[in-house]
């Protein structure tokens, strides 16, 4: 419930109180899962996106990695939900000013799902809108 509470927090413009929620709701997962787990890896994501909303970027790129390293030891490097991840990564090291790292991680995704799925499917087609759509270094 805390987390459903945190989305919709997030998604009514507060971030702060979201961030509360996701907290409660890492305790809670944690508890119940422990830390290597998918629901633990999906809530630190989600938590990410939250800390990159609020611009603490070096503690979103931690829940970033935290959530990749489970994706990758667990699934792979081709698992969509990693792939997901690492446009979030990403987005953080673009705001950042990580520019060239940022645009890697896309490209190598956009590589990943262009095999996999196809590039006209939506994951991909979203990937490449990411990758056009990230700032360059002056």
Do not use: W
């Amino acid at each position: 419930i805390a987390a459903g509470k945190g989305a919709v927090r997030l998604h009514r413009g507060q971030a702060e109180s979201a961030l509360v929620e996701m907290d409660k709701a890492m305790e809670i997962i944690a508890m119940q899962h422990g830390d290597d787990h998918y629901h633990t890896a999906g809530l630190r994501e989600d938590r990410a996106y939250v800390l990159l909303e609020l611009g603490r970027l070096q503690e979103a790129l931690a829940d970033f990695d935290a959530a990749d390293e489970y994706y990758l030891k667990t699934y792979g490097a081709e698992n969509s939900d990693r792939l997901q991840n690492l446009q979030g990564k990403a987005a953080a090291l673009a705001a950042m000013g990580e520019h060239d790292a940022a645009e890697q991680i896309i490209q190598d995704g956009l590589e990943i799902l262009t095999e996999t799925l196809g590039p006209d499917h939506p994951r991909s087609l979203q990937a490449a809108e990411r990758l056009a759509a990230l700032p360059r270094a002056n």
